[in-house]
């Protein structure tokens, strides 16, 4: 007895999912394949971004609330020394060498000028330059942001193509099942039934892929956005510090 026959003696519908895959076309199960590797792949790279972020933020954070109760340069200089390596010690330690280097610089111009040799030398930087360090720390920012979240265009990726992967493979099961069903002569709901249902595996599998791989995609885009408005405003901090400082 083949395994539509005995699908047909059972019932029109396979009784467990096990059946579904393993009667299913062999271009269904190749679809499977697919999205069982792109599961995979969406929930490994869920599993290191949560990782990663969490570890980013935690450690970012607990600087960002340590160097606002410094009230001198030295002393954020000092934590920024002995706290872990995270995104925001990079951003304070960029900020105080350009602002180091700027000033050096300034005071070499200055003192080959020979109009401003007798004139007292200025600390503060001009305009332009405060801009370009506003712009240098917004860089160096969205650099930050672009490796934490290098791999969110995947999750995006496999969040809208699992749908339409599925999709082909009820396509192609549903086309298969026809073509079966006319070449046995047979139309009743029985025949029709199993081959349809094994077809649907697809759509139903591709949707178990895409449903978490979008959740995630939105969670950690929401939390990526946290941690850009917290280097956002941990660079106005660092650059308030610098002018109580008398740096710039």
Not at 48 to 73: I, K, P, Q
Request: aromatic content about 6%; proline content about 3%; cysteine-free.
């Amino acid at each position: 007895m083949t395994a539509m026959a005995v699908l047909q003696v059972r019932g029109a519908v396979p009784s467990t999912p096990l059946e579904l895959i393993t009667h299913a076309s062999t271009l269904t199960q190749v679809v499977l394949i697919v999205l069982v590797l792109l599961s995979l792949l969406s929930w490994a790279i869920m599993f290191a971004l949560r990782r990663e972020l969490t570890r980013a933020h935690r450690t970012s954070a607990r600087f960002f609330v340590e160097f606002e109760r410094a009230t001198r340069l030295e002393e954020a200089a000092a934590l920024a020394k002995v706290a872990a390596p995270n995104a925001l010690t990079r951003l304070f330690t960029r900020a105080v060498h350009f602002v180091s280097d700027t000033r050096v610089r300034n005071q070499q111009i200055r003192e080959r000028d020979a109009r401003d040799l007798a004139a007292p030398s200025t600390a503060t930087l001009t305009g332009s330059q405060i801009e370009t360090l506003h712009l240098l720390l917004e860089s160096d920012a969205a650099t930050e942001r672009d490796r934490l979240a290098r791999f969110l265009p995947w999750l995006a990726t496999i969040g809208s193509v699992s749908p339409l992967i599925g999709l082909l493979g009820t396509v192609l099961g549903v086309i298969d099942a026809f073509i079966g069903i006319a070449t046995k002569g047979s139309g009743n709901l029985s025949a029709v039934a199993p081959g349809v249902a094994e077809a649907l595996v697809a759509t139903a599998a591709a949707l178990v892929v895409a449903i978490p791989a979008t959740f995630a995609y939105n969670i950690f885009a929401s939390r990526v956005n946290r941690f850009d408005g917290l280097m956002e405003s941990f660079g106005t901090a660092t650059i308030a510090l610098l002018v109580r400082e008398g740096q710039i």
